[in-house]
């Protein structure tokens, strides 16, 4: 399946929208009196940013598609099945080695539990997630890479994921990404972090028929916070280019956008470079 025939259209539609909506193709949308306003840091765990494992456990992926306890994986070869993670409370480290997973009726790597899942892309490979446009079981999962817990992706390879049913990339908790490159396409929204995100010191590119960026929870503990940092690329958006619930920080990025609604929403107001 040919994931432009998924997307067909949207760069003109974005650029349209942009049109018709004051020309938000090409300047910052900003909410009226919420540049300048606090917004919470977020922060890595030294957890977070280490990437190497020579202990790991190697896996194929052509022969087994199930981790069900805590430690390092090193993932190699390529599955049209679900990957799945069940690991209650512990947490689980994937290293991907040039992997290509695509499942046709799910999500192509389902985190069904786990304390934290960290995914490290090792240096000089490519690595492909994605799903099918139709889910045999639409009662949870709605994305390509799917997680009910915090999802941190590092590493200084490349991955792709594209979500052809909804979401491309979806955590019930906080997405963070540092480092590497990042391609992502999604029918609905790249990629979304339902209690925060971080992204710094990378490449990512998007394009989705939705937002491009979403957080979508908020509390007093500092849920629902974007923050995007020294980041490069670029976002095709049918709706905002990043979308945050909370507040959203901004600092020293490189990123060109084409948006239907704007380029930045963030209902607790925006800190930082918009331009």
Do not use: W
Not at 149 to 165: K, R, S
Not at 250 to 255: A, C, G, K, P, V
């Amino acid at each position: 399946m040919d994931m432009r025939r998924v997307l067909a259209g949207i760069s003109g539609l974005a650029v349209a929208g942009a049109l018709l909506m004051g020309g938000c193709a090409s300047e910052a949308s900003v909410p009226a009196g919420s540049q300048g306003t606090e917004t919470k840091r977020m922060t890595f765990s030294s957890a977070d940013l280490e990437t190497g494992f020579e202990e790991a456990q190697e896996i194929d992926l052509a022969e087994e598609t199930e981790i069900r306890a805590g430690g390092a994986y090193r993932l190699t070869g390529s599955t049209d099945r679900t990957v799945v993670v069940e690991a209650e409370d512990q947490i689980v480290r994937l290293l991907l080695d040039q992997v290509t997973i695509h499942a046709q009726d799910g999500p192509g790597l389902e985190i069904r539990s786990a304390g934290k899942v960290i995914i490290t892309r090792l240096e000089g490979t490519e690595n492909t997630i994605s799903d099918g446009p139709r889910y045999t079981d639409k009662s949870n999962a709605n994305a390509a890479l799917f997680s009910q817990c915090d999802l941190t992706i590092n590493g200084e390879g490349a991955l792709t994921v594209e979500g052809y049913y909804k979401d491309a990339i979806h955590t019930k908790d906080v997405f963070r990404l540092h480092g590497g490159k990042l391609t992502v396409k999604a029918k609905r929204t790249g990629i979304r972090g339902n209690d925060g995100m971080l992204l710094a010191d990378g490449t990512v590119q998007i394009e989705a028929e939705g937002n491009g960026l979403q957080t979508v929870k908020v509390n007093d503990h500092g849920k629902g916070q974007m923050n995007v940092e020294n980041i490069d690329g670029s976002i095709i958006a049918g709706a905002y280019g990043m979308n945050a619930a909370a507040g959203l920080y901004l600092s020293d990025n490189r990123i060109t956008m084409q948006t239907v609604r704007g380029d930045y929403q963030a209902d607790g107001g925006i800190e930082g470079q918009t331009g």
